[in-house]
C-alpha cells in the first residue's frame, strides 16, 4: 500500500484479555518498528525489526507484550492479559534501510487501546 | 543518550503571523533531527529532517527548521501560520545505539493558531 496501515484502530478490551495489533509496512520496507505513545506523551521505542529478525526489545515493558514479523513484511505485537496501563496508542512505522543514513521513517495511524 | 527538549507545551500564534516551535538536543556525534506533526487522532507525519549540509531546511507545508550548532538547537519555523496548521508538533534525534537507526522523540508542543 502507499502507507503504513495498522488494526484494529481502535480496540476496548476488558483487563485479562489478550490483544493482537496488525501492521503492514509500506512495500519493500525492510525496517519496522513500534513505539507506543501515552496521551500527552511522545512516542516511546518498543521493539524493531531488520526484515524477520527482531533485532531489538529492549522497550518492551514487561513479558507481556510480544512482537513477530514471520515473513519480513507484516508484523504483529501482542499483549497477553492486558492491564488498565497498557492503554496507550500503539504506533508502527517503517523505513527502507536499516542502519544509519538518516532514512525517513513514515508512521502509521496508530491502534488506539483501552483496556477497562 | 541521545536526547532533544521541547521547552514549550504549547504556543499560540495569530493566523498570518510567524511561529516558531523550539527544540534542542543533545547527543555525541552529529546530529540527525526530524520534525513531525500530530493531526487529532492521526499518527505521525513526517515534515521535514537534517542529516548534513544546509542549516536551513525546508519541508512540508511551508514549514523550514534552522539547524544551529551553536545553540544545539533545530527550531521549526513558518513564515505565516494557517488555522490548519494547529495541531501536535513533535521534534526527533537519531539514536544509532544497536546498530540501527531509532528516533527519540520530545514531549511535543501543541501549536494553536487563531483566527
Known amino acids: 500500500g502507499a502507507g503504513v496501515s495498522q488494526s484494529p484502530r481502535y480496540k476496548v478490551t476488558k483487563r485479562g484479555q489478550d490483544v493482537a495489533l496488525r501492521c503492514d509496512p509500506i512495500?519493500?520496507?525492510?525496517?519496522l518498528y513500534w513505539y507506543r505513545q501515552a496521551l500527552g506523551q511522545g512516542p516511546e521505542f518498543l521493539t524493531y525489526?531488520?526484515?524477520?529478525?527482531?533485532?531489538?526489545k529492549s522497550g518492551l515493558p514487561n513479558d507481556r507484550f510480544s512482537a513477530e514479523r514471520p515473513e519480513g513484511s507484516i508484523s504483529t505485537l501482542t499483549i497477553q492479559r492486558t492491564q488498565q496501563e497498557d492503554s496507550a496508542v500503539y504506533l508502527c512505522?517503517?523505513?527502507?534501510?536499516?542502519?544509519?543514513?538518516?532514512?525517513?521513517?513514515?508512521f502509521g495511524e496508530g491502534s488506539w487501546l483501552t483496556v477497562v | 543518550a541521545q536526547s532533544v527538549a521541547q521547552p514549550e507545551d504549547q504556543v499560540n500564534v495569530a493566523e498570518g503571523n510567524p511561529l516558531t516551535v523550539k527544540c534542542t538536543y543533545s547527543?555525541?556525534?552529529?546530529?540527525?533531527l526530524f520534525w513531525y506533526v500530530q493531526y487529532p487522532n492521526r499518527g505521525l507525519q513526517f515534515l521535514l529532517k537534517?542529516?548534513?549540509?544546509?542549516?536551513l531546511v525546508k519541508g512540508s507545508y511551508g514549514f523550514e527548521a534552522e539547524f544551529n550548532k551553536s545553540q544545539t538547537s533545530f527550531h521549526l519555523k513558518k513564515p505565516s501560520a494557517l488555522v490548519s496548521d494547529s495541531a501536535l508538533y513533535f521534534c526527533?534525534?537519531?539514536?544509532?545505539?544497536?546498530?540501527?537507526?531509532?528516533?527519540?522523540f520530545g514531549t511535543g508542543t501543541r501549536l494553536l493558531v487563531s483566527p
Open positions: 525489526f531488520n526484515y524477520e529478525a527482531q533485532q531489538d
Open positions: 526527533a534525534v537519531r539514536d544509532r545505539r544497536g546498530g540501527f537507526q531509532k528516533l527519540v
Open positions: 537534517y542529516i548534513t549540509g544546509d542549516n
Open positions: 547527543v555525541s556525534g552529529n546530529p540527525y
Open positions: 512495500s519493500g520496507h525492510v525496517s
Open positions: 512505522a517503517s523505513s527502507s534501510q536499516t542502519g544509519g543514513g538518516g532514512n525517513t521513517i513514515y
